[in-house]
């Protein structure tokens, strides 16, 4: 069994798979006056099951035919109409609307708004937000077979399809004139579909399996003290998302932490110990493609755990530490065709010392941040990076982590395309 979506095949074996493609994106969705809007409230749904993030932008037209308040609720999210909101003088910005947006769905398309989109007429928030995009745009046209058919509807398409925009060919069936033909709005499951199989075509990183871990690791002292350090897990996460974003299947090993990783494409094994995290990372390294070695992982551990809680008027002089497993010296050492990328965080020769590390645990490349930057490294949401390889030094400046991700994942993708 198949669907047919315009000109592309499914098998319907492919499309659970194919869903995962939609997880961590942001999708701008534009609705317009027609009487298939209605279908945009279960598009709304849909892309949300599939783990998208979606914001509405609704023409003038289209809140004659549902309201703003359904699609904000099922969008979890306010919903854009006007330049300024008339209440507050508050400006809806387009500019920061577009660039938030990983694509942009018009659905349904009504004949008006693609003439307007064909010619560069530029009089709603929707338009304006078109005009200023820089990310894929999709177009699902919904109208009567007639204007369907119409010949100046047919010169647009083609254009628009000459601009770039992709074109979601409606399907055949009842009309909303009575007429059955071309012309209705391809239904929403097809819609979420068509995309997600587009996305994977696109990715960089399809076919890639990558290792990423994340956090910290703690050394039992006995059953309820233990040695730790206080990262957060936060940046092993975020290159998680963005790994899975660009294609790649993603093994997440992490140590203690309270977050949360949304895409099915990321399977995630929680460790406590640094022995744990070696364990999983020597299972799954030998197949990754990808390595990234995120985890502050403890370098010392208490030689003997105390099988029972030491009690405080028994005292404890000292703790006697043994080195623990060198994770990322033994994937270096051991390195196939794997990228290999380390992090270092330093308090002083930060870059002396990145460069020694990215040499001695032969990797590809090391991303250093130090803890005397302000808002960076533990616990922050924010980081200030440096990415080094053999031949070249990028620094960045402090921006968030998931920003961080995306820097470093464009890294990833440059090198594995050198492989």
């Known amino acids: 069994m198949h669907f047919v979506i315009g000109r592309l095949v499914l098998p319907i074996t492919f499309l659970n798979f194919f869903l995962t493609m939609l997880s961590g994106k942001n999708i701008l969705l534009g609705v317009t006056g027609s009487i298939a809007v209605y279908k945009s409230a279960f598009l709304v749904r849909q892309l949300i099951k599939s783990g998208a993030q979606v914001k509405v932008i609704m023409t003038p037209a289209a809140k004659e035919f549902i309201t703003p308040l359904t699609l904000s609720t099922l969008s979890q999210n306010p919903v854009f109409s006007e330049f300024s909101v008339s209440n507050t003088g508050e400006w809806n910005n387009h500019v920061e609307l577009a660039l938030w947006a990983d694509l942009i769905l018009i659905a349904p398309a009504t004949a008006d708004t693609i003439a307007k989109m064909a010619t560069g007429i530029c009089d709603n928030l929707l338009l304006a937000t078109y005009l200023s995009a820089k990310c894929n745009v999709y177009v699902a046209p919904a109208m009567d077979l007639d204007m369907f058919k119409h010949a100046t509807t047919q010169v647009n398409l083609k254009k628009l399809a000459s601009f770039g925009n992709t074109i979601i060919l409606p399907e055949n069936g009842e009309l909303a004139s009575g007429l059955i033909g071309e012309g209705r709005m391809a239904e929403p499951d097809n819609i979420v579909e068509f995309l997600s199989a587009q996305l994977k075509k696109k ?54 932490n309270n977050l949360r990783s949304n895409s099915s494409s990321i399977k995630r094994i929680d460790v406590v110990s640094s022995d744990e995290m070696h364990a999983q990372c020597m299972k799954y390294a030998k197949d990754s493609d990808i390595t990234i070695m995120t985890a502050a992982v403890s370098d010392f551990k208490p030689a003997k755990k105390q099988a029972e809680k030491i009690k405080k008027e028994k005292g404890l002089n000292e703790i006697s530490l043994v080195a623990t497993k060198d994770i990322l010296s033994e994937l270096g050492k051991n390195k196939n065709r794997s990228l290999l990328v380390g992090f270092a965080l330093e308090t002083d020769n930060e870059l002396a010392n990145a460069k020694k590390k990215l040499h001695n645990k032969n990797l590809d490349f090391i991303v250093l941040n130090s803890l005397r930057d302000q808002n960076s490294a533990f616990g922050h949401d924010t980081n200030k990076i440096t990415i080094i390889d053999k031949k070249e030094t990028k620094k960045f400046e402090l921006m968030s982590k998931d920003l961080c991700a995306v820097e470093i994942v464009k890294e990833v993708i440059r090198k594995v395309k050198r492989k």
């Open 203 to 256: 990715a960089p990183l399809i076919g890639k399996k990558a290792l990423v871990t994340a956090g910290p690791t703690y050394e039992a002292i006995d059953p309820v003290r233990f040695i730790g350090n206080n990262s957060s897990g936060k940046m092993g996460f975020a290159l998680a998302a963005e790994l899975s974003k660009q294609g790649a299947d993603v093994i997440l090993v992490c140590g203690p």
